[in-house]
């Protein structure tokens, strides 16, 4: 589903990214795991498109389309989902509306209908519900005044409503309650099926235990140092980055 | 004859006068920028409270338009005693002027020809140069001809056209390049408070690339005459450099304190000043820095207590003309009696000045119903990538507060004194040098009560 | 700037203006020019009773004072060729247009106008909660819904048939807000106005329909000087709604206009505008100016005054809607969207004077600068020393979308009472990057993550209009603003 070649991307002039390499598969649950600074969230942000994160080498194809010369908007139609580590606060700006607007541009990229507000309305709320999301929420501005762990239940709410394939989940974990966690890393493996794939972007192993993970990477310095199985991340939390890779000789 | 055409007329001989004798002997360029001021003060006149005059909205001057006021002779008589003035510290620089009228016994020693001449040549090879600006204009030093006048234009306002055309003594403070002086600059001005006397300070200062200073400007009185400070003060900033200004005024309960403060600021140069208006039965002051290059920083804070009938008027401007510059206003004022607050703030983003930062705060505290706050914080954007705000608060001491601190045994004006206090104490903990932040807390407690 | 957002800047800043077209109507008019027998004719006209005529002429004579002593008002941040007063035609009417009561009688090509305007003129839009006063130049041409408000008591007509009929009323209320010596246009105003709305709620009734205004300025070289005067009766209510748009015309035409508003014991009145006047090509050629003076008195206690409006058009718009808090336990709102783009400048603003005991007052407004647009906040919270335990909040916030435009806040407040709580808020702000990035990955296109976050930007004033204006103004701002998205 994704080929990534040789990535390499700059923030302000720095490079973070120095030729990554990574290949998921549908079905698969790719773990990324790496200290702080070492350019998982760039990584994250490179794929989606972010403005500042100039890519400056290498390829990354969606489905064998060039994902690169793709706008933000056209990569996430095509079913990239972005869930973001710290989601951004859009003041007066209702949550359904926005999402509605999102939901329904997505359909007519795919020539698909599109939901009137009741129709929407009734969705969302639907989902709203399996993610134990207060309703009144969704009426409130984009995350506008939300608590940490109510903007990551309502990233979650937005990938259920807008059914990605690729799913890219930057720090999901972070801010969260283990019981808050535990259910929207339920809520994400309900939705994930042969035809989805997860990118886990974390720090910690800790939410491997609730989506368990097909591949996971170590994240060094910009490159992928390490690649392995679920034991990977054991060992990640048991020697910590520095002697993982030491080990490996890197 | 209307009064302020008296007054007028008594302006015009005695600049006259002084031009024939205390001025006598002054360079040509000097002589000239003297005249010219005094031209554009005739043409101005004194700013009057009329409909659509902007800066004057809320402060009538015309106490001191109607007033003939003679340049303060030295008072012989005078005694002064120092002690209550000084600064908590074990080293300071003082020039002390009293009257208008430098006093050598009451200053530390100033620099002299050779270090004003060259501000390579510090005392002990880490002082500033902290002389008279009568004698950088008597030795010739370029510096003092090259900057004076170069930020407060006559041109801009009848006080400062005032000051010009009476300049005649003062400080002059020159930090060169690179030096980092830790002891703080004290320009003391003590007024004997003789009724209709006027002085006009100047005070020049210069602090070049990457150098670091405090300076506290102190305004002081020795009686309650209803005398006249119109003080101008210009201070150049050079790039990487860090000046901290503080003016201490505590003028006596008749006077009427005019003060204008100019500051340009170069490249990553940082400003902050504390202004404290405590004294005075009509102060006026207005600071405005330039920021003229990227990555220059100030901060402009003040605090203003009033009772009886005494009116304050604060203003703050900031002109950000480059990008990537920061500044921040905090103006506190406490209000008790008939007393009336002005604040006007602004800040101007010109256009190009993107990643501009400004931030403006006024509050008051209205302690008495006979009290009046004005407020006007303004923003002039014309960058799209800028984050401004501003906000405006008046109210009264907190209710909850009060009674807590009475529940505690705490009398009323105790009470209210604590919490006026309190509310200052943000603007005071702005100021870095712990000897000058000693002095003000000191008079603000002598000020307010509520016990030190 | 990304070449997106550079695109997305200019399209915005280029945006036609839509309702520029032209009704082809023989139209009765006086020369152009002011003077004593101008005023006289149009008094004549409308076959004025004395002591209005007497009442314009006072305000002629002191406006042509000010004019002689050259004293317009300089204070706003708006600069503009000297207005020349002789050359404006300060009356012009659609000929035989007299107060008409059925459809049938007016101007086919008239009632084609405000079809194409979208105002509800026809019969069966009767049915849609709306009672319309349509003003065509400096006349009212049509009132509709007059039977069902009779029955109500309440009093909706032009003011030229308030002063025929109402005498008593119009002469104790006209002028008790907003004298003919408030200022220079008010002044103006007094001496030529032609026509307006006149509303009076008799008491304890709730006006059961909107009541609703649409001025269209259509002949050359004319001005509009339309005079409004609304009172609301104890317990009384009353939501007026205002909407104006104008011809493209290369040379600037004026619009003064007067609008007074009393509300006595716990009245309240809601007024809302949507401006839509003709904002002048982007090069700053044409477009009205629109000089306005409104001010609500809340003259009874608990009385409730309210504006709302959204200003997209006219090539500059100074406009002060404000509150006389008179009444103790009054309450003055003012929620404000200016947009200017193109060369538009807008000063605009309110003024709330708190006199009463324990008034409070509320201002919201939201200025969004786009092209070389200039748009600028202007407000006084004026509290006076018995005005024990007056509340203001006041919070105006700055929108850029460029770098061509220019964003100010001007806001004084005056506190004479200890008791009073006086809180502005403000804060200038472009769209951020991060805002539109998150919009993008959700599917949005930078142009209509842009429409949304205005959108969001504005939505605090926005809901705050009747519903049939809310959605009026939304598209207004969406046609302004590139993007469809809502």
């Known amino acids: 589903m994704l080929e990534v070649r040789g990535l390499r991307a700059e923030v302000n002039g720095v490079e973070i990214l120095k030729g990554v390499d990574l290949s998921v598969g549908a079905g698969e649950t790719h773990a990324i795991m790496g200290p702080n600074g070492s350019g998982k969230s760039t990584l994250a942000f490179a794929l989606a498109g972010r403005p500042g994160y100039e890519v400056t080498g290498g390829e990354a194809l969606f489905d064998g389309e060039d994902l690169l010369a793709l706008p933000p908007e056209e990569r996430a139609r095509k079913g990239l989902f972005l869930s973001f580590q710290h989601p951004v606060e859009i003041p007066g700006v209702r949550m359904d509306r926005f999402l509605r607007a999102g939901y329904n541009e997505t359909r007519k990229s795919k020539g698909e209908a599109e939901l009137d507000p009741l129709q929407f309305d009734r969705l969302i709320r639907g989902k709203a519900k399996s993610f134990r999301m207060d309703p009144a929420l969704i009426k409130r501005s984009v995350n506008e005044g939300f608590s940490g762990g109510e903007k990551k239940r309502n990233e979650a709410l937005q990938m259920a409503a807008l059914e990605p394939r690729l799913r890219i989940l930057d720090e999901i974990d972070s801010g969260l309650d283990v019981d808050a966690l535990r259910e929207i890393a339920e809520g994400v493996a309900e939705m994930s099926g042969p035809d989805t794939a997860t990118i886990l972007v974390t720090h910690y192993e800790r939410i491997l235990a609730y989506l368990e993970p097909t591949h996971v990477h170590v994240l060094m310095d910009g490159r992928v140092a390490r690649s392995g199985g679920r034991e990977l991340a054991r060992e990640v939390e048991e020697r910590g980055y520095d002697r993982l890779t030491a080990g490996a000789g890197v | 004859m209307s009064a302020s055409a008296n007054s007028a007329t ?73 002690a209550p003035y000084e600064l908590p510290c074990p080293r300071v620089h003082r020039l002390t002027f009293v009257d208008g009228r430098y006093a050598a016994h009451l200053s530390t020693e100033p620099a002299s020809e050779a270090e004003l001449r060259s501000g390579a040549l510090w005392r002990g090879g880490d002082g500033p140069v902290v002389g008279r600006l009568a004698d950088a204009v008597e030795y010739r030093v ?62 020049l200062i210069s602090a070049d690339a990457d150098s670091s200073a405090t300076v506290l400007m102190s ?104 990008p990537e510059a920061t500044s921040s206003e905090i103006y506190k004022g406490v209000l008790d009696g008939a007393s009336r607050g002005v604040f006007c703030g602004g800040a101007l983003a010109r256009p190009g000045a993107q990643k501009t930062v400004a931030r403006q705060t006024n509050k008051t505290l209205l302690l008495s119903p006979g009290a009046e706050a004005d407020s006007q914080p303004k923003l002039e954007i014309f ?45 005071i903990a702005a100021i870095e040098d712990g000897a000058v932040r000693q002095r003000v807390e000191d008079a603000v407690a002598a000020r307010l009560g509520g016990g030190a | 700037m990304t070449t997106a957002t550079n695109r997305a800047v200019r399209e915005l800043a280029e945006q036609s203006y839509q309702y520029g077209w032209t009704t082809d109507v023989e139209e009765e008019s006086v020369p152009p020019g002011l003077n004593e027998d101008i005023v006289r004719w149009i008094s004549a006209r409308k076959g004025e009773p004395e002591w209005l005529l007497e009442w314009r002429l006072r305000a ?16 706003a941040n708006v600069s503009h060729p000297p207005v020349d007063f002789q050359a404006i035609r300060y009356y012009a009417a659609p000929k035989a247009a007299a107060e008409l009561s059925s459809l049938d009688e007016v101007d086919s090509e008239i009632l084609r106008t405000y079809e194409k305007l979208g105002i509800p003129l026809e019969e069966q839009k009767r049915l849609s909660g709306v009672a319309v006063d349509a003003i065509f130049d400096s006349v ?38 907003v004298p003919y010596s408030d200022n220079f246009y008010a002044a103006l105003n007094a001496a030529v106005f032609s026509d307006g709305s006149f509303v009076y709620i008799p008491p304890g009734v709730r006006c059961p329909l909107e009541l609703s205004t649409y001025f269209r300025i259509n002949a050359q070289e004319s001005g509009q000087f339309e005079r409004t005067l609304i009172i609301a009766d104890k317990g009384a209510y009353a939501s007026y709604l205002e909407g104006c748009s104008a011809p493209m015309r290369d040379e600037n035409q004026l619009h003064a206009a007067v609008v007074e508003l009393v509300a006595l014991d716990d009245a ?78 807008a000063d605009t603003g309110t003024k709330m004077t708190h006199i009463g005991k324990n008034t409070s007052s509320r201002i919201i407004s939201k200025g969004i600068s786009a092209g070389r647009g200039n748009n600028t906040y202007r407000g006084l919270v004026k509290v006076l020393p018995n005005a024990e335990n007056a509340v203001n909040y006041t919070q105006c916030d700055s929108l850029l979308i460029g770098d061509q435009c220019g964003a100010h806040t001007v806001p004084y407040i005056e506190a004479q009472n200890r008791s009073a709580s006086v809180e502005h808020e403000a804060s200038t702000t472009r769209v951020s990057e991060d805002q539109i990035f998150y919009c993008q990955q959700r599917g949005l296109t930078r142009e209509a993550a842009q429409s949304v976050i205005v959108n969001g930007f504005v939505r605090e004033v926005v809901k705050r209009l009747p519903l049939e204006f809310s959605v009026e103004a939304d598209r207004l701002l969406e046609v302004n603003l590139e993007g469809t998205v809502g």
Request: hydrophobic letters at 40%.
């Open chain 3, 60 to 75: 002629f004579r002191h406006f042509m004072t000010l004019l002689d002593d050259a004293r317009l008002p300089a204070w």
């Open chain 2, 219 to 322: 305004f002081e009185s020795l009686d309650g005459g209803a005398y006249f400070t119109n003080a101008v003060t210009e201070a150049i900033v050079g790039p990487g450099a860090n000046l901290r200004l503080c003016a201490l005024q505590r003028e006596s309960a008749g006077a009427f304190h005019i003060a204008s403060t100019r500051i340009r600021q170069a490249r990553g140069s940082r400003v902050s000043s504390v202004v404290v208006d405590l004294g005075g039965r009509l102060s006026r002051r207005e600071i405005s820095a330039a920021l003229e290059e990227p990555g220059a920083e100030v901060s402009l804070c003040g605090l203003y207590y009033g009772d009886g009938e005494r009116h304050m008027d604060n203003r703050a401007f900031v002109d950000h003309a480059a």
């Open chain 3, 140 to 177: 009212s041409v049509m009132t509709t819904a007059k039977e069902t408000l009779a029955k109500y008591g309440v009093i909706f007509s032009s003011v030229s048939a308030a002063v025929q009929e109402h005498p008593d009323l119009v002469r104790k209320y006209l002028g008790s807000v």
């Open chain 3, 268 to 345: 309240e009145i809601k007024y809302a505008t949507i401006q839509n006047w003709y904002p002048g090509d982007e090069n700053g050629k044409g477009g009205i100016y629109n000089f306005v003076t409104k001010r609500g008195k809340c003259a009874g206690a608990r009385s409730r005054i309210s504006w709302t409006q959204v200003e997209t058009g006219s090539a500059i718009t100074w406009k002060y809607p404000s509150v006389i808090l008179q009444g103790d336990g009054s309450t003055g709102e003012f929620y404000s969207v200016a947009l200017t783009k193109g060369r538009q400048q």
């Open chain 2, 10 to 82: 008594a302006w015009a001989e005695q600049f006259h006068a002084f031009e024939r004798n205390g001025a006598a002997g002054a360079p040509q360029w000097l002589a000239n920028l003297r005249r010219s001021a005094f031209g554009a003060f005739e043409r101005a006149g004194f700013p009057t409270a009329r409909r659509g005059n902007e800066p004057w909205k809320y402060t009538n001057v015309r106490p001191i338009a109607e007033s003939v006021f003679t340049i303060a002779e030295p008072n012989a008589e005078a005694s002064v005693d120092l």
């Open chain 2, 142 to 203: 370029p510096l003092a001809q090259e900057r004076l006048g170069s930020l407060a234009s006559a041109e801009d306002d009848a006080f400062t056209a005032l000051n010009t055309a009476f300049l005649r003594d003062g400080a002059f403070v020159h930090v060169p390049a690179g030096a980092v002086v830790p002891e703080p600059i004290h320009l003391l001005f003590i007024a004997t408070g003789r009724s209709a006397a006027a002085t006009h300070p100047r005070a």
């Open chain 2, 383 to 427: 960058a799209d990538d800028v984050s401004c705000t501003h906000g405006s608060a008046v109210g009264q001491p907190d209710a909850d507060a009060l009674f807590y601190l009475k529940s505690r045994g705490i009398g009323a004006d105790a009470a209210l004194a604590l919490l006026a206090r309190g509310f200052m104490s943000e603007v």
